[in-house]
């Protein structure tokens, strides 16, 4: 493809992306289609000779478009947001053209030091002491597998990278039921296994862990020669907003030594309002945390944020060096590589600072007071409704809920197919205590309260049928 060919397209789907995102609302939100539709609709063996741009468009239009589940749809209410507001987007355009490889500070300065700024920015604007020094991961859960290779490390007296985990004592990581599934995947990759991850018990309205089994736990595995390492505390969990008091969890991970890593993959965007940091009271005291810009801040996918009070920590844990990679002579720089699991690194700082000055934090701000507000009320639209009962409360802009009376379960089940087969809204289910709930989370960048309320009728509409 020449450049001329390339500028004339560029305009043309810069003209298409603002249509798209203008017209979500048309669409359903879930994409209707049969597993098997869109591999079948590709060719079996790709092309010898080149083909125009005209038929690869017609293609995508035709193929890729109805197998897409959108997910800036203003009525995407499940799982939880994956945001791409018009500036991060256009941001992340520009580091498409520019494809720079960011491992090191000399393969592109400016990167690295707009990371180090940008990760200031945010832990200003969540409320993060400046202790806390940022790093931009790929995903939450990498940032989480990284936060248990130090744990491991640091129990270990450094020796298991060096010698291998044969003959070493168990590594022991302690978290909630609630814990996201990134913290079982990060202690198998990490050769803690799955039985030294220790599950606790969760108590009271807010699904915290329980810090009191948190402490017998672990005095329990020192006694039998285990080793204690760390725990990952959960700030607005997946299934329901689940919040470990942290400050409790800090407190008795201090008296024995453990490292705490705090898991606010979603819930730390909204920390950029000062009346939701109760939520993590006492992060300060964490020795790592990790939030998602790409979920609710709008920072196109993919953007996690991790801050940690010890780099040094991660980066004897992670840093390689090898002679090629050195940068003679340049002190003091900071190689963002060696504080990653990959070596190669995108540039993913600037779609933060393009989305933060395009929107201003009060800006940012006020979309999530938006979603909580709305999510609240529709809440409180269907406690009054008969039959329907709310299950867990809104812990920002998530809560759950079920049907009530006879086979609850299936008929909740059912309701929530008939939900997403209607197509005008898209929720998710998860179980509460074995009670099947359905997930509502209000979190897209176009969501409006008009939309909430749709929510309102369809819920309430399809009910009537199950
Ligand atoms: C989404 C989520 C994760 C995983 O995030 P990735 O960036 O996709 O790895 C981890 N923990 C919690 C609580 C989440 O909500």
């Known amino acids: 493809m020449d450049w001329e060919t390339f500028e004339g397209w560029g305009r043309r789907i810069a003209a298409w992306a603002a249509d798209y995102r203008g017209t979500l609302r048309e669409r359903p939100v879930r994409a209707p289609l049969a597993p098997g539709a869109t591999r079948?609709?590709?060719?079996?063996?790709?092309?010898?000779t080149a083909e125009a741009m005209?038929?690869?468009?017609?293609?995508?239009?035709?193929?890729?478009?109805?197998?897409?589940?959108?997910?800036?749809h203003p009525r995407f209410f499940a799982y939880f947001p994956a945001n791409a507001a018009p500036a991060s987007v256009l941001a992340e355009w520009i580091t498409a053209a520019l494809a720079p490889q960011c491992m090191l500070w000399q393969t592109s300065p400016a990167a690295t030091e707009m990371e180090t700024r940008m990760m200031e920015w945010l832990a200003e604007a969540t409320g993060l002491p400046p202790a806390f020094r940022g790093v931009v991961q790929d995903s939450a859960s990498s940032a989480t597998l990284a936060a248990l290779l130090v744990m491991r490390e640091r129990a270990l007296g450094w020796a298991g990278n060096a010698q291998g985990l044969a003959g070493q004592p168990a590594v022991r990581v302690y978290c909630s039921g609630e814990a996201?599934?990134?913290?079982?995947?990060?202690?198998?990759?990490a050769g803690i296994g799955r039985e030294n991850l220790v599950t606790l018990p969760v108590r009271g309205a807010r699904r915290g862990l329980d810090a009191e089994a948190l402490e017998r736990a672990i005095l329990r595995d020192a006694a039998a020669g285990l080793r204690p390492a760390g725990v990952v505390a959960c700030t607005?969990?997946?299934?329901?907003?689940?919040?470990?008091?942290v400050a409790a969890v800090c407190a008795v991970a201090e008296r024995h030594g453990l490292l705490v890593h705090v898991d606010a993959a979603w819930?730390?965007?909204?920390?950029?309002?000062?009346?939701?940091?109760?939520?993590?009271a006492g992060v300060e005291r964490a020795d790592s945390v990790v939030f998602n810009p790409h979920k609710w801040l709008g920072a196109q996918f993919d953007c996690a944020a991790h801050f940690l009070k010890a780099p040094e920590d991660l980066t004897r844990t992670l840093a390689i060096q090898p002679e090629y990679l050195r940068t003679h002579g340049a002190d003091?720089?900071?190689?963002?590589?060696?504080?990653?699991?990959?070596?190669?690194?995108?540039?993913?700082?600037?779609?933060?600072?393009v989305l933060i000055r395009a929107e201003g934090l009060s800006g940012l701000r006020a979309m999530i007071r938006d979603h909580?507000?709305?999510?609240?009320?529709?809440?409180?639209?269907?406690?009054?409704e008969p039959g329907i009962e709310i299950v867990t409360e809104p812990v920002l802009s998530l809560f759950t809920f079920r049907l009530t009376g006879e086979d609850a379960d299936a008929r909740t089940l059912a309701l929530l197919q008939r939900i997403n087969?209607?197509?005008?809204?898209?929720?998710?289910?998860?179980?509460?205590?074995?009670?099947?709930?359905?997930?509502f989370q209000a979190g897209a960048v176009e969501t409006t309260a008009e939309d909430v309320e749709t929510a309102f009728d369809v819920i309430t509409e399809l009910a009537r049928e199950v």
Request: hydrophobic share 45%; proline share 6%; with cysteine.
């Open 40 to 48: 079948a609709a590709l060719p079996a063996r790709p092309p010898e």
């Open 267 to 280: 819930a730390g965007s909204a920390m950029i309002c000062p009346e939701f940091r109760h939520l993590w």
């Open 236 to 245: 607005g969990a997946t299934g329901t907003g689940a919040s470990d008091d």
């Open 372 to 384: 909580v507000r709305w999510s609240a009320a529709l809440c409180a639209r269907l406690r009054a």
């Open 180 to 189: 996201h599934s990134s913290v079982e995947r990060a202690a198998w990759i």
């Open 332 to 353: 003091g720089v900071v190689d963002y590589s060696e504080w990653s699991i990959p070596l190669g690194r995108r540039f993913r700082a600037l779609k933060l600072w």
């Open 54 to 72: 005209e038929d690869i468009w017609a293609d995508f239009e035709r193929i890729v478009m109805p197998g897409i589940t959108h997910w800036q």
């Open 421 to 439: 087969d209607d197509g005008r809204i898209y929720l998710t289910p998860t179980k509460v205590d074995g009670r099947q709930v359905i997930r």
